[in-house]
Nanobody
Framework: QVQLAESGGGLVQTGGSLKLSCAAS????????MAWFRQAPGKQREFVTT????????VYSDSVKGRSTISRDNAKNTVHLQIDSLKPEDTAVYYCAAGPMTWDSVQCTLGSWYHTWGQGTQVTVSS
């Protein structure tokens, strides 16, 4: 069973950038799809982006498309999320999640598809 730990959150001004990281334990990290979700106060958790096990496929939500990049380093068991041009509405707790070994381009945007979650890291964007 993989375990996940996020880092890199913090307070940033509008227009700034952040790079979040998620460190995973386990020997088969490259087998898992990895995703980022976020949850703002008073709102439901929402999908941000995901990447397949070997990194060949990525999906982005419309809210971050064009200003964010998900990447993974399977040799270091880490996945990263770079978000640029941050907006106050990006303020949320960001969670990384590990999904099944078999990629599904439709299911991959659903929280229920992922079996393991990290504790989250807070991102606050000041206006």
């Amino acid at each position: 069973q993989v375990q996940l730990a996020e880092s890199g959150g913090g307070l940033v001004q509008t227009g700034g950038s952040l790079k979040l990281s998620c460190a995973a334990s386990g020997r088969t990290f490259s087998d898992y799809a990895m995703a980022w979700f976020r949850q703002a106060p008073g709102k439901q958790r929402e999908f941000v982006t995901t990447i397949s096990g070997r990194g060949g496929a990525t999906v982005y939500s419309d809210s971050v498309k064009g200003r964010s990049t998900i990447s993974r380093d399977n040799a270091k068991n880490t996945v990263h999320l770079q978000i640029d041009s941050l907006k106050p509405e990006d303020t949320a707790v960001y969670y990384c999640a590990a999904g099944p070994m078999t990629w599904d381009s439709v299911q991959c945007t659903l929280g229920s598809w992922y079996h393991t979650w990290g504790q989250g890291t807070q991102v606050t964007v000041s206006s």
